[in-house]
Nanobody, 117 residues
Framework: QVQLVESGGGLVQAGGSLRLSCAAS????????MGWYRQAPGKQRELVAN???????NYADSAKGRFTISRDNAKNTVYLQMNSLKPEDTAVYYC???????????WGQGTQVTVSS
C-alpha cells in the first residue's frame, strides 16, 4: 500500500517562504514521477510542479521562478520550496506519485497553505 505523508504547510505573509515535504512509504527509485498539485476553494485541482524519474521537471507558469521541486532519495521524500508567496497561492497542496507511466496516481492527504496579504 502506497502512503504519502505531506507536511510543511501553514500561514505565511505575502513574500514569505514555505517548504512542503512529502514522504513516500515506498522506495523512491520505484516511482515514475512525483508531483505537487493544489486546489483552491471553488477551483479545480491544478498541477504546480512535477519531477520525473530521471530528474526532469515541469512547472506551472504561476510557479516558475518562485517554486522549486526536489527530492531526497535517501529519505524517499519530495519537496516543494515556495518563495515569494502570493495570496493567490493559498490552497490545499497535494503530493502525488505514479509508479509507472500512465499509471493511476496515488495522493497524499493534503496540506493547507495560506498566504495573507
Amino acid at each position: 500500500q502506497v502512503q504519502l505523508v505531506e507536511s510543511g504547510g501553514g500561514l505565511v505573509q505575502a513574500g514569505g517562504s514555505l517548504r512542503l515535504s512529502c514522504a513516500a512509504s515506498i522506495d523512491i527509485f520505484s516511482i515514475n514521477a512525483m508531483g505537487w498539485y493544489r486546489q483552491a476553494p471553488g477551483k479545480q485541482r491544478e498541477l504546480v510542479a512535477n519531477l520525473g524519474r530521471r530528474g526532469s521537471t515541469n512547472y506551472a507558469d504561476s510557479a516558475k521562478g518562485r517554486f522549486t521541486i526536489s527530492r531526497d532519495n535517501a529519505k524517499n521524500t519530495v519537496y516543494l520550496q515556495m518563495n515569494s508567496l502570493k495570496p493567490e497561492d493559498t490552497a490545499v497542496y497535494y503530493c502525488s506519485i505514479t509508479i509507472v507511466p500512465g499509471g493511476r496516481p496515488f495522493w497524499g492527504q493534503g496540506t493547507q497553505v495560506t498566504v495573507s496579504s
